[in-house]
């Protein structure tokens, strides 16, 4: 996501002269990395909760590790973000809403701009908006047993989905909290419950979910079927590759760097927003007709987003989040 949305940036800034960006960019349905990032979700969820199902203050544990995991960073953003907009409003898309606005964007509430969009201030969080969702969806749910857990916060995500369409559009939480869209969290709880018996796939069989989920997204580039289906099982098929291969304990040197990659993934996702604002200012001041200077806009803000993204992550993120969980006497890591 962070790639697709520097690269748009560039190319709305006229920094693709080449076409390139524009190429990758339409070859690749990259919005599908939040379908992606929902499975994931889905996946982490179950498979990091696996003490917790059944087990005494197992909803109120993982509640608290949840919240201490995902509220404080984004609340420093959204704060951050609201600062740049009364400090250079011309740096920021789309309008900004009154006190009840803002008030539910902090809480993680579906509540229409004023031009009508379903996102919160900073406009990324509407993911984070289902992801709170789901949560609260998932939470009672532990109180059961894994499977019947799984099954039973899975029945009824997809009853909610299905009665999706039938509800109408004045209605703005329940027509965004129904959207098919939050099935993908059912595959990526699936998805989890075969991993948990030990079920792993060989090598040939991984490759092969890759390439068909790489054909699927392409078989409809441009979104006009249905989202759960046209992304989510595509994406499905990346999550399963991953996590039906070699157990944790296995993984290599490089494996191991790209888990730490993935440890700071939700620093990266709400940083490079701000990454990619600066270098959009300083390409209008130095950029000189320079025919290189759209690769260089893209590729060094990607580089700058993922060190400061690692550098949040290990100064703050970390920091933060076992502190509010010893408060919270919540010690296990999740």
Not at 268 to 295: D, I, Q
Request: charged share 15%; aromatic share 12%; proline share 5%.
């Amino acid at each position: 996501m962070a790639f697709v949305h520097i690269a748009h940036d560039d190319i709305a800034n006229g920094g693709d002269p080449s076409g390139i960006f524009t190429a990758i960019t339409k070859f690749f349905p990259w919005d599908a990395g939040v379908d992606i990032f929902f499975v994931i979700s889905g996946f982490v969820i179950v498979h990091a909760s696996a003490k917790l199902f059944g087990a005494r203050g197992g909803p109120e544990i993982f509640l608290r590790r949840r919240l201490s995991r995902i509220v404080p960073l984004y609340w420093i953003m959204t704060t951050a973000f609201l600062a740049v907009l009364l400090l250079s409003r011309d740096q920021v898309h789309g309008d900004i809403g009154g006190a009840a606005f803002l008030a539910a964007s902090y809480l993680f509430i579906p509540w229409p701009r004023p031009d009508g969009v379903m996102q919160p201030a900073f406009g990324l969080g509407w993911t984070l908006n289902y992801e709170m969702f789901f949560y609260l969806v998932f939470t009672p749910f532990l109180l059961l047993p894994r499977r019947m857990a799984v099954i039973s916060a899975g029945f009824l995500l997809c009853v909610l989905a299905a009665i999706g369409p039938a509800i109408g559009p004045d209605s703005h939480l329940l027509a965004f909290w129904s959207d098919p869209i939050i099935i993908e969290f059912v595959f990526g709880m699936e998805i989890a419950l075969i991993a948990s018996v030990g079920i792993t796939l060989p090598l040939a069989a991984r490759v092969l979910l890759v390439a068909g989920g790489i054909i699927a997204f392409h078989a409809d580039a441009h979104g006009v079927g249905v989202r759960p289906i046209i992304y989510g099982l595509p994406a499905a098929a990346f999550v399963a590759a991953a996590a039906l291969g070699r157990p944790a304990g296995q993984l290599g040197r490089f494996e191991k760097r790209l888990v730490r990659l993935g440890d700071a993934s939700y620093a990266m996702y709400l940083v490079h927003p701000f990454v990619m604002r600066g270098f959009t200012v300083l390409w209008h001041k130095f950029h000189a007709g320079n025919e290189l200077a759209g690769t260089i806009y893209v590729l060094a803000g990607l580089a700058v987003a993922q060190a400061l993204a690692l550098a949040i992550n290990v100064t703050l993120e970390r920091n933060l989040t076992r502190w509010l969980r010893r408060r919270g006497s919540v010690n296990e890591a999740v």
